[in-house]
Every structure is written in structure tokens, then in C-alpha cells.
């Protein structure tokens, strides 16, 4: 489904990438692991097209999109989730939700994907007349991954859904994962919890220092005395 081939990307004269290649294919959940200022967020934003690569190829069902504007990415069906939540404040949680369907596909089918975004997150239907700048933390990247479903997007983008979250709400986090999945839904996220997040995916790539270190099943990477060692403190 998606395919980055030689990606390299930074910003100004700084460089975060070097020459990263990944796949996700149809159905799949895949993470970019690694830590902070890997070069994680930034491998998102070059797929959302926020960022010009300066080398590589960007593919997503076979089709070039690196000329693409990033206004155009969310009608190819790639939406993210982004990192912070990035919600608007003063905005009810089902405005909010109307924001998600604005590509003209979505907004035809609006009540439909709003009634299917409610049927994964009942809360936010408790919910939908608050606004979401008071809601909790947890509540909030609720609001901000069923935004990112209602558009109905065949590629899911989640960068850092459990960061800044509470130990119990990340637990949570985790689980609306494994029902998203259930959906059918393909996701790649990006998350600095190894431990929790190799449990949910299929396979995983490591990112250190903006280079592809390694890669494989989630198993085989959650059992690798390497990041066992470097990453999980065991």
C-alpha cells in the first residue's frame, strides 16, 4: 500500500533522514520505533507530505505522490493522527469530528462515518456537545484518532498516540489500537513505548539517528536482546 524508497528529509541545513525505505501493506500494523529524535515524526510529515524530501520515492497504491500537495494527501487516504492531538479547543468534540470529513467523499457520507466513529468511542458520543479542550487527556486522542477515521482513510498515521498520557489511559490507548485493527483498518504509528506498542503491531522498524537500523516482526524485535538491553531496561 505505502512504499518509501531512499527517503531523505531534514529541515533547513539540518538533515533527519538518510536514505530510509519502509513498506506497509494492505491490512497491516506497523511502527517506527526508536528514540527521541530518531527522525520518527519527521518519516510522518514527509508522508503527509509536510516536509519535501530532498531524495527518494513516496508511493501509496502504487501511485507517486511526491508532487502531490499535502491539501491533496487526506483524498489519496492517508490521515493522520498527529503528535499533541492538535484539536480545537473551543470546538465541540463532534465538530471536531466534522473537521475530519471536510474531503468531499467524506462529507457525503458524513452521519455514516460519524455514527461509526461513535460506535468505536461511545464516550465521544457522551460527549459530543463539550468542547474538547476540557475533556481529559485520554478523551482527547480519542477525539483526535475518531477525526482522523471519519474521512474514512485507507491508510491511518499515528504519531506518539501515548505520549503524555498516564500509565492507565496509555493501557487504554493500546486497546483502541487493537480495535482499530479489527476494523481492517492499515496503520503505521510512530511511538516511543516499545514494550507496548510491538505487542499490537505486525512488524516494526528501528529508526536510530535517522537511518533504518533494523527491522522485522514485532516478536522477533520484542525478544531481541539488543533493544531489550537499549530500549526496554531489561
Do not use: W
Request: glycine share 10%; charged share 20%; hydrophobic share 45%.
Amino acid at each position: 500500500m505505502l512504499e518509501l524508497k531512499g527517503i531523505s528529509a531534514g529541515y533547513g541545513s539540518f538533515q533527519a533522514l538518510f536514505d530510509v525505505s519502509i513498506q506497509v501493506n494492505a491490512g497491516e500494523a506497523v511502527a517506527v520505533i526508536g528514540p527521541n529524535g530518531a527522525g520518527k515524526t519527521t518519516l510522518l510529515r514527509v508522508i503527509s507530505r509536510l516536509i519535501e524530501p530532498t531524495a527518494g520515492e513516496l508511493r501509496m497504491e502504487g501511485q507517486d505522490y511526491r508532487a502531490m500537495p499535502a491539501h491533496d494527501v487526506t483524498a489519496l487516504g492517508i490521515a493522520q493522527v498527529p503528535e499533541g492531538r492538535r484539536l480545537f479547543p473551543r470546538l465541540s468534540v463532534e465538530d471536531n469530528l466534522r473537521m475530519g470529513a471536510f474531503i468531499p467523499q467524506a462529507r457525503s457520507r458524513f452521519e455514516e462515518r460519524l455514527d461509526f466513529v461513535y460506535s468505536l468511542f461511545p464516550r465521544m458520543k457522551e460527549r459530543r456537545l463539550q468542547m474538547a479542550g476540557t475533556m481529559s487527556g485520554g478523551e482527547q486522542q480519542m477525539c483526535a484518532i475518531g477525526r482522523a477515521l471519519m474521512s474514512g482513510p485507507k491508510l491511518l498515521l499515528l504519531d506518539e498516540p501515548s505520549a503524555g498520557l498516564a500509565p492507565v489511559v496509555v493501557q487504554s490507548i493500546f486497546g483502541l489500537m487493537s480495535t482499530i485493527r479489527a476494523q481492517g483498518y492499515t496503520v503505521l504509528i510512530v511511538e516511543q513505548n516499545i514494550q507496548q506498542v510491538l505487542k499490537v503491531v505486525d512488524r516494526a522498524y528501528l529508526l536510530e539517528t535517522g537511518k533504518v537500523r533494523s527491522s522485522g516482526p514485532a516478536a522477533e524485535l520484542l525478544a531481541s536482546e539488543d533493544i531489550r538491553r537499549a530500549y526496554l531496561g531489561v
